[in-house]
Each structure stands twice: as structure tokens, then as C-alpha cells.
């Protein structure tokens, strides 16, 4: 098998460096590393232009994440295919990971990535957090109910490159590659998952898990995604002659977070005009209690922060809602509390079909 790491770089001059080496390092003999600068106006043409000669370079008009990724894909020839975030980081052994795990009908391969800060300081803790037990055909029994499943960003991902070819000829028009293939990678294959950290993370302050001051924009952005996301995922599942809801996002656990958020933060420009909060509450703490997958112990916090986001005045509720969805603005005895929670051994979930 070759793999290709693809990195889509716009202004990450600080990171991009890292990035590459990481790719670079990746101990597996057939590899190549293709680097897609986004019309950046900062040094990292400088940066990637240090690598010269280890790296396939190319320096592209400003489009997107999609558009950059599509582009080095074209450029690409491996089996396997990781999008690098340009502020991210690989260890070295994920492809000997990936490749004892592999197999001809896969899609993807996930696995879990330490988080790390500016200074690529260790924060602690791993992402995300996977179910005990979970094979390709519960997953995608569950996603088919849902349209959720327990999934790294981006980087924490090697796609088939049969997959990656399949979905972008369907033309996506969301802008997040990462948001495409992440979403039809249940239904266009089988989705296998290494549970040891084989990536790094980074949370700073460019980043969305980095902001420390609540942005409803960004809430609501979300929301609109997942509406594009939900469509394609309907007009791809008809196409597979699969049966699916027909509103996929109205048990979706992550869209119904930000969909709570948004109607409490800024109700007068939430997109969702119908929505109420008893609704919106009743539907997560039944979605987090009847189709997730999740551990009892983060099921009962969510619970925990959904109740508390309800009954709470306006100002704690911003600060309950920032915290959930920005980690590095959490104070120190939440952090603490949520680590302690953590080292708690949870017990095994029953499987479900």
C-alpha cells in the first residue's frame, strides 16, 4: 500500500513546519507528501518552500478546504489517503496502525488523536471518546437511525482512495471537505476503528475548540452545514437504495447541542423558527438515552449540561454553552472535575442493534 498525506494550508505559517516533518516521519516506505497552499498571505510559502525537494508543492488562488483537497487528491497516488490539518500533527507508526487493520471494503480508518496546545504541550486528553464496542455494521445501523457516529476531525482519519474518488464525483457543494467525507463514509463502505492515539490535535486560538468568547455566527454556521450535510447524506442513501429517516438531523446528538445553543443564545436568529427549548431538550436527553452509543458516564454529563443550559439565567447559560464547545476557556475546577470524571471506570454499555 502508498499512502498520501495531503495538507491544505492557508496562514498556518507557525504550525505548517511541524505538520509536514510529522508527515514526513511517518514510518512506512511507500508515502508522499503533497502540500496545497491556499493563497496564503503570511510565511508559509517560505515554510513549505524549506521542504523542497522532500515534498510535492503547489500554490494555489484562494478557494476552500474542499477545493484544495479535491485539487491535491488530483495530484495524489496512494491506497490510502490522510488530509492533514496544516495545524495538526501525525505520530509516526499510524500507518503500520492503519495497515494491520485494512481491508479491501474500507472506507475509512479512524483513530483517536492527543490534544496539544500552541507550544505542541500535551493537554491531557484524547479525542474522541469511542464506544466500548463498535463494528462497521452497528455503526452504520446506528448513522442510518441518526446520522451520528463517534468520529475524529479531519486528520484523525485514512481514507480508501476509492472512497475519496467516489465522493468527490458527486461534486459536494459544502466548502469542508472533512464535513463530506466524514458524513458518507458509513454508507459508502465500512468504517474501522484503532482506539490508540496515532495523531495530535491542536487547540489554539485561530482554532474553533480554541475560542474563548461564545460566537453565535459559528453556532449557527454549523447548523447550516448540517442542513447540507443531511442532504447529501439523504441524496447519496437514495441513491444506495438505503432506508433512511426523513428528517435525519432530528435524533442527531451533535447537531442538537448546537441547535440548543443557538435557540438559547441568540433565539431571534436561530435558523430553526419552529423550534422550542422543551422540544430541543426532550430530544437530546432521548437521543443521548435511547440511540447513542455513548458511555453512561459522558451520556449522564450531557444530561447534566443539557438541564442546566435550560434552567439556568442568561449568563450561566453562556458560560454552560461556551464551555461545552471550547475547552481551553473551561476554569480550572471544571477541567478538574471533568478529568476526575474521566479516570472513573464506566461500565459496559449493552450492545444495541
Given at each position: 500500500m502508498k499512502l498520501s498525506v495531503i495538507i491544505a494550508n492557508h496562514n498556518h505559517a507557525d504550525f505548517i513546519g511541524p505538520a509536514i516533518s510529522s508527515a514526513l516521519a511517518i514510518d512506512w516506505p511507500e508515502k508522499e507528501v503533497i502540500v496545497v497552499d491556499d493563497a496564503s498571505t503570511d510565511g508559509s510559502r517560505l515554510v513549505i518552500?524549506?521542504?523542497?525537494?522532500?515534498?510535492?508543492?503547489?500554490?494555489?488562488?484562494?478557494?476552500?478546504?474542499?477545493?484544495?483537497?479535491?485539487?491535491?487528491?488530483?495530484?495524489?497516488?496512494?491506497?490510502?489517503?490522510?488530509?492533514?490539518?496544516?495545524?495538526?500533527?501525525?505520530?509516526?507508526?499510524?500507518?503500520?496502525?492503519?495497515?494491520?487493520?485494512?481491508?479491501?471494503?474500507?472506507?475509512?480508518?479512524?483513530?483517536?488523536?492527543?490534544?496539544?496546545?500552541?507550544?505542541?504541550a500535551p493537554l491531557g486528553s484524547a479525542i474522541p471518546q469511542f464506544p466500548a464496542k463498535e463494528d462497521p455494521k452497528r455503526l452504520r445501523q446506528t448513522?442510518?437511525?441518526?446520522?451520528?457516529?463517534?468520529?475524529?476531525?479531519?486528520?484523525?482519519?485514512?481514507?480508501?482512495?476509492n472512497f475519496v474518488r467516489d465522493v468527490f464525483a458527486h461534486s459536494p457543494s459544502i466548502p469542508q471537505s472533512d464535513a463530506v467525507l466524514l458524513t458518507l463514509a458509513p454508507i459508502m463502505g465500512d468504517v474501522l476503528t484503532i482506539r490508540k492515539?496515532?495523531?495530535?490535535?491542536?487547540?489554539?486560538?485561530?482554532?474553533?475548540?480554541?475560542?474563548?468568547?461564545?460566537?453565535?455566527?459559528?453556532?449557527?454556521?454549523?447548523?447550516?452545514?448540517?442542513?447540507?450535510?443531511?442532504?447529501?447524506?439523504?441524496?447519496?442513501?437514495?441513491?444506495?437504495?438505503?432506508?433512511?429517516?426523513?428528517?435525519?438531523?432530528?435524533?442527531?446528538?451533535?447537531?442538537?447541542?448546537?441547535?440548543?445553543a443557538s435557540y438559547l443564545v441568540e433565539r431571534s436568529a436561530h435558523p430553526f423558527p419552529d423550534d422550542r427549548m422543551v422540544g430541543l431538550v426532550y430530544r437530546l436527553v432521548f437521543s443521548a438515552t435511547v440511540t447513542s452509543q455513548m458511555r453512561l458516564r459522558d451520556r449522564a454529563i450531557l444530561m447534566a449540561w443539557t438541564i442546566a443550559c435550560a434552567l439556568s439565567p442568561p449568563g450561566f447559560r453562556r458560560n454552560f454553552?461556551?464551555?461545552?464547545?471550547?475547552?481551553?476557556s473551561r476554569p480550572q475546577t471544571i477541567k478538574a472535575l471533568l478529568g476526575a470524571l474521566s479516570s472513573l471506570r464506566s461500565p459496559r454499555l449493552p450492545d444495541r442493534t
Open positions: 518552500e524549506s521542504f523542497s525537494g522532500k515534498v510535492a508543492a503547489h500554490f494555489r488562488p484562494k478557494s476552500d478546504q474542499l477545493g484544495a483537497h479535491m485539487f491535491g487528491f488530483e495530484q495524489s497516488t496512494g491506497d490510502a489517503i490522510i488530509f492533514l490539518d496544516a495545524d495538526d500533527l501525525l505520530e509516526p507508526e499510524v500507518m503500520r496502525e492503519v495497515a494491520k487493520v485494512w481491508r479491501p471494503d474500507v472506507s475509512k480508518v479512524q483513530f483517536r488523536m492527543n490534544l496539544i496546545d500552541a507550544s505542541n448513522f442510518l437511525r441518526t446520522m451520528a457516529y463517534t468520529t475524529p476531525p479531519g486528520t484523525g482519519n485514512a481514507y480508501s482512495r492515539p496515532l495523531a495530535r490535535y491542536r487547540v489554539h486560538d485561530a482554532s474553533y475548540s480554541g475560542m474563548r468568547s461564545l460566537n453565535a455566527f459559528k453556532l449557527r454556521a454549523r447548523l447550516h452545514q448540517d442542513v447540507e450535510k443531511a442532504r447529501l447524506f439523504a441524496s447519496v442513501s437514495r441513491q444506495l437504495g438505503l432506508s433512511t429517516r426523513p428528517d435525519p438531523l432530528r435524533y442527531s446528538l451533535n447537531h442538537l447541542q448546537y441547535r440548543l454553552i461556551l464551555w461545552r464547545f471550547a475547552a481551553i
